[in-house]
């Protein structure tokens, strides 16, 4: 009977052996393969559009697309390029690692390639969106920014939550709240009209980034500045101000009052696709969110129409005090250095960089890209599309640490303990009451995070300090330039050949 | 050769062909064979295992973040911020309540099934072992996506059904996150230790049940002096495992509760992952995974558990000794 | 084993329950049969659901709707299932065989063989095994580029393989100690060679435990997550089942039906196989440990 075991043992792998091919055996093919990696899930449809037109255009090319959503995305782009496995055409997910990866030689350099200056030249503003620092190199660029970006974060309001309440201006249009204050009003009315069966607000109770969107109210109130993900970090002063900005509590303590009053939906605590979910049932009025929950809806909830976007509301305040802040240039896709095809992986490149990717993109209720043809008018297909490409001027350029010293992006910077989002899970949960504490606890950890990380880069020999982190002349309201300094260059190219 | 075949008939052969081989020889010829047997076991563990757990203990002196060469020195500083973390320690009290709810809860319950259907008249006795088996062969993820997706979309109903006010979803709630990872724990390795105990209860020989009916024993006497204590090894072994399966358990809280809400059932797995890949996986936004102050964590852990394991190891052998 | 299985025994069974304890019993364990299947039935229902179906239903298993059988349709194509079947397959295969011949080896060397330092060996397999886990991924990566197999499916099995040979190597040393001289002693004396008396004579005799090594070690396989994922980032051609569910896991939204469509045809096959091979599972780990 043993015996007869390990044959049959020995048999199945055999037989299984002879099924699959190993690899390392390429086949004879007529079209060249080229492999496409991303991490966008909503956007899938409006990619897999976008390429099945680059292969009809491009008949001798196939692009085998693969999405890694979420988490693993880098790690998995790192341990291909380590491993000689990496994908012709990426798209690029983390800036600083990006620069970790030109530094490696892993990204073939997009200016040497045909026709890179007549390429160049069809981007919008080629003096902003090819940046130096940013995503050119010791003078070649890497790659370049697509999208037309306004704040990345807005209030969905659902309309017809708001027309149950009555809460319509004579128009008949609905009362968009500006401010914390009228939204939490507007709830009231919501529950109270509703007979407690509406609710004002609903979000994640599991899924700590998506509760952290909540502090990003105190974004416009008071510029509320993010440097390197250090979120709460005032780059005017090089204080962290989680518990010394005034916005920062108002906004937890408002959110607390919220859910005392029973304001905030109790079962939409699950994860962000069961809030979306339930906003889109009319179980509650306000949700916070990115434009891609409209993809999102168009794929789980296509006849839900009854929403509009409006900007985050102000706490504390009637009046703007600061912006959405972006860097200038940016990265959306590269091609590996290691592509065996490098030439129609540029030809993708610049497939996506054009008006069919940006027809479609936009088509399919992504927003818009530089090189969509037409108005946004034309796209602006319902209420929450027009206001979300009118809030595009409300995201700035703002100052760019790394962009001064490229050494900033080798400070590691590891927090102890909860981070912001988690923190204020923690007060929506009822786990933290003491909320002043636990912001005073957020500023020292931070600090001392940002300390140790300078510390250590600084006793491995790189030169930096937390005056890189510091722009004193910075105004909040108003575009910034950062600018390099002038051993930049010296820097970038010591960087470049390690 | 005829006169090998005769002194094979008339004489110990062994001691006959020893005496023709010098005695080292036919020795030494085992002794490579017995190496050559071992070798490729040892390679294998040497270059899997071991180098792998040599070359992970440098790391941890450094910050790293998974690209290029660690270069940025921190000597034991990542031991001494986990040492103090009360987030470290927040995860650690969770792996040893898991662990001291668990292993009781499921160990007793899988005897007592066992008990019940390792009699061979029990109807659906296979069936039953079947059913409870079946989580057990689904892979841990998978199984934990699916529960998850089942309480996150059904919470509600699943708290109005038990009365638990507010509504929400056991996995969403401070006081039931943990238990609902111990409960699904249960669920996932129950079956397990049913076969374990199973097949324990079958190593029983009959004839001591035999001799115990002839002297008039009864089943609770039956249980108590020839069952138990004739088990009573392998269950130490199942116990054994049974803990140090429970205090490496990340799966059942990273998949079904992300470890929250807010850190109620982070394990020491779920935190030791946030640092090793970043990202905000577990409510930590390390905007770089910190591989070295992950693998300090990882190391930090491993040898407490090599502490519970060796008092564990103690403490079995001393109460043996007194039994 | 087919003794095992006619084991008469039941005196606690009969002596301490009457009739009605045992129909009590039953209606119990069957209660609980069902909280354990429900999951399952759960997922699979689920995979039948509509997007908005499946957020509106909550715990109700089926939908009431039509049933989306195209969502396994969309998991098998969006996927490639097929292709991650067989892979699954083959590196579960490889990694038992390799498994129970590596370990069976080494324990028949150890027991049977008097080698000097066995005692050294043994020791040290019982101390890795309590070693501490660093953050080992990364190192073992390494190895394996160094040894050229990076993005093939041998990767997988030879991490898997090293991973399953401790404790197996102590279940085959523990079976094989037990095993009588005089079998082994018999062949000597007709002259066999070492190999012979592992393949002919120890290895038969080691059938039940050498079933239990396999079924576990093929089990562990087919589960495995974190090893495949690593090791076939580059190749979504090599991936395993349990990687390319992952797949379908993204970041602000998945498409939910599928993944439980997905789940559901990651899971039945290794339930298949378990249904067929189930009573090894028990006997073959009872007959180990009894050794």
């Given at each position: 009977?043993?015996?007869k075991?390990?044959?049959?043992?020995?048999?199945?792998?055999?037989?299984?052996?002879?099924?699959?091919?190993?690899?390392?055996?390429?086949?004879?093919?007529?079209?060249?393969k080229?492999?496409f990696w991303?991490?966008?899930?909503?956007?899938?449809?409006?990619?897999?559009?976008?390429?099945?037109?680059?292969?009809?255009a491009?008949?001798n090319?196939?692009?085998?697309?693969?999405?890694?959503?979420?988490?693993p995305?880098?790690?998995?782009?790192?341990?291909?390029?380590?491993?000689?496995?990496?994908?012709?055409?990426?798209?690029?997910?983390?800036?600083?690692?990006?620069?970790?990866?030109?530094?490696?030689g892993?990204?073939?350099?997009?200016?040497?390639?045909?026709?890179?200056e007549?390429?160049?030249?069809?981007?919008?503003?080629?003096?902003?969106?090819?940046?130096?620092?940013?995503?050119?190199?010791?003078?070649?660029?890497?790659?370049?920014p697509?999208?037309?970006?306004?704040?990345?974060?807005?209030?969905?309001?659902?309309?017809?939550?708001?027309?149950?309440?009555?809460?319509?201006?004579?128009?008949?249009?609905?009362?968009?709240?500006?401010t914390?204050?009228?939204?939490?009003?507007n709830?009231?009315?919501?529950?109270?009209?509703s007979?407690?069966k509406?609710?004002?607000?609903?979000?994640?109770?599991t899924?700590?980034?998506?509760?952290?969107?909540?502090?990003?109210?105190?974004?416009?109130?008071?510029?509320?500045?993010?440097?390197?993900g250090?979120?709460?970090?005032?780059?005017?002063?090089?204080?962290f101000?989680w518990?010394?900005?005034?916005?920062?509590?108002q906004?937890?303590?408002?959110?607390?009052?919220?859910?005392?009053?029973?304001?905030?939906?109790p079962?939409?605590?699950?994860?962000?696709e069961?809030?979306?979910?339930?906003?889109a049932?009319?179980?509650?009025?306000?949700?916070?969110g990115?434009?891609?929950?409209?993809?999102?809806?168009?794929?789980?909830?296509?006849?839900f129409k009854?929403?509009?976007?409006?900007?985050?509301?102000?706490?504390?305040?009637?009046?703007?005090?600061?912006?959405?802040?972006?860097t200038?240039?940016?990265?959306?896709?590269?091609i590996?250095?290691?592509?065996q095809?490098?030439n129609?992986?540029w030809?993708?490149?610049?497939?996506?960089?054009?008006?069919?990717?940006?027809?479609?993109?936009?088509?399919?209720?992504?927003?818009?890209t530089?090189?969509?043809?037409?108005t946004?008018?034309?796209?602006a297909?319902?209420?929450?599309?027009?206001s979300?490409f009118?809030?595009?001027p409300?995201?700035?350029?703002?100052?760019q640490?790394?962009l001064?010293?490229?050494?900033?992006?080798?400070?590691?910077?590891?927090?102890?303990?909860p981070?912001?989002?988690?923190?204020?899970?923690?007060i929506l949960?009822?786990?933290?009451t003491?909320?002043?504490?636990?912001?005073?606890?957020?500023?020292?950890r931070m600090?001392?995070?940002?300390?140790?990380?300078?510390?250590?880069?600084?006793?491995?020999?790189?030169k930096?300090?937390?005056d890189?982190?510091?722009?004193k002349?910075?105004d909040?309201?108003?575009?910034?330039?950062?600018?390099?300094?002038?051993s930049?260059?010296?820097t970038?190219?010591?960087?470049?050949?390690? | 050769?005829?006169?090998?075949?005769?002194?094979?008939?008339t004489?110990d052969?062994?001691?006959?062909?020893?005496?023709?081989?010098?005695f080292?020889?036919?020795?030494?010829?085992?002794i490579?064979?017995?190496y050559?047997?071992?070798?490729?076991?040892?390679?294998?563990?040497?270059?899997?295992?071991?180098?792998?757990?040599?070359?992970?203990?440098?790391?941890?002196?450094?910050?790293?973040?998974?690209?290029?060469?660690?270069?940025q020195f921190?000597?034991?500083?990542?031991?001494?911020?986990?040492?103090?973390?009360?987030?470290?320690?927040?995860?650690?009290?969770?792996?040893?309540?898991?662990?001291?709810i668990?292993?009781?809860?499921?160990?007793s319950?899988a005897?007592t099934l066992?008990?019940?259907?390792?009699?061979?008249?029990?109807r659906f006795?296979t069936?039953?072992?079947?059913?409870?088996?079946?989580?057990?062969?689904?892979?841990?993820?998978?199984?934990?996506?699916?529960v998850?997706l089942?309480?996150?979309?059904g919470?509600?109903q699943?708290?109005?059904?038990?009365?638990?006010?507010?509504?929400?979803?056991?996995?969403?709630?401070?006081?039931?996150?943990?238990?609902?990872?111990i409960?699904?724990?249960?669920?996932h390795?129950?079956?397990?230790?049913?076969?374990y105990?199973?097949?324990?209860?079958?190593?029983v020989?009959?004839?001591?049940?035999?001799?115990?009916?002839?002297?008039?024993?009864?089943?609770?006497?039956q249980?108590?002096?020839?069952?138990?204590?004739?088990?009573r090894?392998l269950?130490?072994?199942?116990?054994?495992?049974?803990?140090?399966?429970s205090?490496?358990?990340?799966?059942?809280?990273?998949?079904?509760?992300?470890?929250?809400?807010?850190?109620a059932?982070e394990v020491?797995s779920?935190?030791i992952y946030?640092?090793?890949?970043?990202?905000?996986?577990?409510?930590?936004?390390?905007?770089?995974?910190n591989?070295g102050?992950?693998?300090?964590a990882?190391?930090?852990?491993?040898l407490?558990?090599?502490?519970?394991?060796?008092?564990?190891?103690?403490?079995?052998?001393?109460?043996?000794?007194a039994? | 084993?087919?003794?095992?299985?006619?084991r008469?025994?039941?005196?606690?069974?009969?002596?301490?329950?009457?009739?009605?304890?045992?129909?009590?019993i039953?209606?119990?364990?069957?209660?609980?049969?069902?909280?354990?299947?429900?999951p399952?039935i759960w997922?699979?229902?689920?995979?039948l659901?509509?997007s908005?179906?499946?957020?509106?239903?909550?715990?109700?298993?089926?939908?009431?709707?039509?049933?989306?059988?195209?969502?396994?349709?969309?998991?098998?194509?969006?996927?490639k299932?097929?292709?991650?079947?067989?892979?699954?397959?083959?590196v579960?295969?490889?990694t038992?065989?390799?498994?129970?011949i590596i370990?069976?080896?080494?324990?028949?060397?150890?027991?049977?063989l008097?080698?000097?330092?066995?005692?050294?060996?043994?020791?040290?397999?019982a101390?890795?095994?309590?070693?501490?886990r660093?953050?080992?991924i990364?190192?073992?990566?390494?190895?394996?580029?160094?040894?050229?197999l990076?993005?093939?499916?041998w990767?997988?099995?030879?991490?898997?393989?090293?991973?399953?040979?401790?404790?197996n190597?102590?279940?085959?040393?523990?079976?094989?100690?037990?095993?009588?001289?005089?079998?082994?002693?018999?062949?000597?004396?007709d002259?066999?060679?070492?190999?012979?008396?592992?393949?002919?004579?120890?290895?038969?005799?080691?059938?039940?435990?050498?079933?239990?090594?396999?079924?576990?070690?093929?089990?562990n396989?087919?589960?495995?997550?974190?090893?495949?994922l690593?090791?076939?980032?580059?190749?979504?051609?090599l991936?395993?089942?349990?990687v390319?569910?992952?797949?379908?896991?993204?970041?602000?939204?998945?498409?939910?039906?599928?993944?439980?469509?997905?789940?559901?045809?990651?899971i039945?096959p290794?339930?298949?196989?378990?249904?067929?091979?189930?009573?090894?599972?028990?006997?073959?780990?009872?007959?180990a440990?009894?050794?």
């Amino acid at each position: 009977m043993t015996n007869k075991f390990v044959n049959r043992a020995l048999f199945v792998t055999l037989v299984v052996l002879s099924l699959i091919t190993l690899p390392g055996v390429s086949r004879a093919q007529d079209k060249v393969k080229i492999t496409f990696w991303d991490w966008w899930v909503t956007q899938g449809p409006a990619m897999d559009a976008t390429i099945a037109d680059f292969m009809a255009a491009h008949p001798n090319i196939t692009v085998e697309k693969r999405t890694i959503g979420g988490g693993p995305y880098n790690d998995t782009i790192n341990l291909a390029f380590q491993g000689d496995s990496a994908p012709d055409v990426f798209v690029v997910e983390d800036t600083n690692l990006f620069k970790s990866y030109i530094a490696n030689g892993w990204v073939l350099p997009l200016s040497g390639l045909p026709d890179f200056e007549k390429w160049k030249a069809t981007f919008p503003n080629p003096g902003a969106n090819f940046t130096n620092g940013v995503n050119v190199i010791d003078g070649k660029a890497y790659s370049a920014p697509l999208f037309v970006q306004g704040p990345w974060l807005q209030l969905y309001v659902n309309t017809k939550v708001y027309k149950d309440a009555g809460l319509v201006n004579a128009d008949g249009s609905v009362k968009l709240p500006k401010t914390l204050d009228e939204m939490i009003a507007n709830s009231r009315v919501i529950k109270d009209k509703s007979g407690g069966k509406v609710y004002g607000f609903g979000v994640s109770g599991t899924q700590g980034w998506a509760q952290g969107w909540w502090w990003w109210n105190c974004q416009m109130t008071s510029h509320f500045f993010s440097v390197g993900g250090l979120d709460g970090f005032n780059a005017l002063t090089g204080k962290f101000e989680w518990s010394t900005n005034p916005c920062i509590k108002q906004d937890a303590q408002a959110l607390v009052k919220m859910r005392d009053e029973k304001l905030i939906y109790p079962d939409a605590s699950i994860d962000d696709e069961g809030a979306r979910a339930k906003f889109a049932d009319g179980s509650f009025g306000h949700l916070i969110g990115g434009s891609w929950v409209i993809a999102g809806w168009s794929q789980t909830h296509p006849n839900f129409k009854d929403y509009t976007a409006t900007t985050l509301p102000l706490v504390g305040v009637t009046q703007p005090g600061g912006y959405f802040y972006k860097t200038p240039g940016g990265q959306e896709f590269a091609i590996s250095a290691k592509s065996q095809h490098p030439n129609e992986a540029w030809e993708l490149i610049k497939w996506l960089y054009g008006p069919n990717m940006g027809k479609t993109w936009a088509d399919k209720g992504n927003g818009l890209t530089f090189f969509t043809p037409g108005t946004s008018d034309k796209y602006a297909t319902n209420d929450a599309w027009k206001s979300i490409f009118a809030m595009t001027p409300l995201n700035i350029d703002g100052p760019q640490p790394a962009l001064r010293n490229p050494n900033v992006s080798k400070v590691q910077f590891t927090l102890n303990g909860p981070d912001p989002n988690a923190v204020l899970g923690g007060i929506l949960s009822g786990q933290i009451t003491d909320i002043d504490a636990a912001l005073k606890d957020l500023d020292a950890r931070m600090t001392t995070a940002l300390n140790n990380g300078l510390q250590d880069a600084t006793a491995a020999g790189t030169k930096v300090s937390l005056d890189d982190f510091i722009f004193k002349d910075w105004d909040p309201t108003k575009p910034y330039q950062t600018q390099p300094t002038s051993s930049m260059a010296a820097t970038m190219a010591a960087t470049a050949t390690k | 050769m005829s006169s090998d075949d005769a002194l094979k008939r008339t004489a110990d052969a062994r001691l006959v062909r020893d005496l023709r081989r010098p005695f080292w020889s036919q020795r030494r010829s085992e002794i490579t064979w017995g190496y050559l047997f071992v070798l490729p076991l040892i390679v294998l563990v040497l270059v899997f295992t071991i180098y792998p757990i040599l070359g992970s203990l440098r790391i941890t002196l450094y910050n790293w973040n998974g690209l290029d060469n660690p270069t940025q020195f921190v000597g034991l500083r990542h031991f001494e911020s986990v040492a103090k973390d009360p987030f470290f320690w927040n995860a650690f009290k969770n792996t040893l309540t898991y662990t001291a709810i668990l292993v009781p809860i499921q160990l007793s319950l899988a005897l007592t099934l066992a008990l019940i259907l390792n009699n061979a008249k029990m109807r659906f006795r296979t069936f039953y072992r079947t059913v409870y088996f079946l989580p057990v062969v689904t892979s841990l993820a998978i199984a934990a996506i699916a529960v998850r997706l089942m309480l996150g979309r059904g919470g509600a109903q699943f708290s109005q059904l038990f009365g638990i006010d507010p509504p929400i979803s056991p996995i969403a709630s401070p006081q039931l996150a943990l238990p609902s990872v111990i409960l699904f724990g249960i669920w996932h390795s129950f079956g397990i230790n049913l076969v374990y105990f199973m097949a324990a209860l079958q190593t029983v020989p009959e004839e001591l049940y035999d001799a115990a009916k002839v002297d008039g024993a009864n089943g609770r006497q039956q249980l108590l002096s020839i069952t138990l204590p004739t088990i009573r090894p392998l269950a130490m072994i199942i116990l054994f495992f049974a803990v140090l399966g429970s205090l490496q358990v990340f799966e059942q809280s990273f998949v079904l509760t992300g470890g929250g809400p807010y850190f109620a059932s982070e394990v020491v797995s779920g935190y030791i992952y946030a640092y090793a890949f970043g990202g905000s996986a577990v409510g930590r936004s390390v905007t770089s995974a910190n591989i070295g102050y992950a693998s300090a964590a990882s190391l930090f852990m491993s040898l407490v558990v090599l502490g519970v394991t060796i008092i564990q190891a103690i403490v079995l052998r001393s109460t043996r000794k007194a039994s | 084993m087919a003794a095992l299985a006619k084991r008469p025994s039941n005196f606690l069974f009969e002596s301490l329950l009457n009739r009605s304890t045992r129909i009590a019993i039953h209606v119990v364990l069957i209660a609980i049969g069902v909280i354990y299947v429900f999951p399952f039935i759960w997922t699979l229902g689920s995979a039948l659901k509509t997007s908005n179906e499946f957020f509106a239903l909550g715990l109700t298993p089926f939908p009431a709707g039509p049933w989306q059988w195209g969502n396994f349709l969309k998991a098998w194509e969006g996927a490639k299932f097929s292709r991650y079947f067989l892979n699954t397959v083959f590196v579960s295969v490889a990694t038992t065989f390799f498994v129970v011949i590596i370990t069976s080896m080494a324990a028949f060397g150890l027991a049977r063989l008097k080698i000097p330092g066995k005692n050294i060996v043994l020791g040290g397999i019982a101390l890795t095994f309590f070693l501490p886990r660093g953050y080992t991924i990364l190192p073992v990566f390494q190895i394996v580029k160094g040894l050229g197999l990076l993005n093939t499916l041998w990767a997988i099995i030879l991490t898997g393989t090293a991973g399953n040979l401790l404790i197996n190597t102590l279940l085959f040393y523990g079976y094989m100690q037990a095993i009588p001289n005089e079998i082994e002693e018999a062949c000597i004396m007709d002259g066999a060679t070492v190999f012979q008396r592992y393949f002919r004579v120890v290895l038969p005799l080691s059938g039940p435990v050498m079933a239990t090594v396999s079924l576990f070690t093929f089990m562990n396989s087919w589960n495995d997550f974190f090893t495949p994922l690593v090791f076939t980032l580059g190749r979504p051609d090599l991936q395993t089942l349990a990687v390319g569910i992952y797949s379908f896991v993204g970041d602000t939204s998945r498409d939910w039906t599928a993944l439980c469509a997905a789940a559901t045809i990651s899971i039945v096959p290794i339930v298949v196989v378990y249904l067929f091979l189930q009573r090894y599972f028990v006997e073959g780990f009872a007959g180990a440990v009894r050794g």
